[in-house]
């Protein structure tokens, strides 16, 4: 019901702009998260937004977003690092409020792998 997409191979430095697609139902009231899992790392948080837009971020260079219209999250990565290189993930929450705990996201969709050469 979540599809993350956008990963790939980059140079450190550049950007990318991961998507999460949802379908089957309508996600526009419920909370969207970004987390990332690095090799050998446990789950991160990145970024998080709300119903209404209100959105948070642990990474002044990522930007999080979402298109209620299309069912789509987005989240703009600048600058990238050798260190952001990781599976990044998405997912959402039955509540209109965010939150920055893995363990309160209901669904989840399939990671997108973001690598970045130094």
């Known amino acids: 019901q979540l599809q993350a997409s956008g990963g790939g191979l980059v140079q450190a430095g550049d950007s990318l702009r991961l998507s999460c697609a949802a379908s089957?139902?309508?996600?526009?009231?419920?909370?969207v998260g970004w987390f990332r899992q690095a090799p050998g790392k446990g789950r991160e948080f990145i970024a998080a937004?709300?119903?209404?837009g209100g959105a948070r971020s642990l990474k002044d260079r990522f930007t999080i977003s979402r298109d209620n219209v299309k069912n789509t999250v987005y989240l703009q990565m600048n600058s990238l690092k050798p260190e952001d290189t990781a599976v990044y993930s998405c997912a959402a929450r039955r509540s209109t409020i965010i939150s920055y705990y893995s363990h309160e996201y209901d669904y989840w969709g399939q990671g997108t792998l973001v690598t970045v050469s130094s």
């Open positions: 937004i709300s119903w209404s």
């Open positions: 089957g139902r309508t996600f526009s009231s419920y909370a």
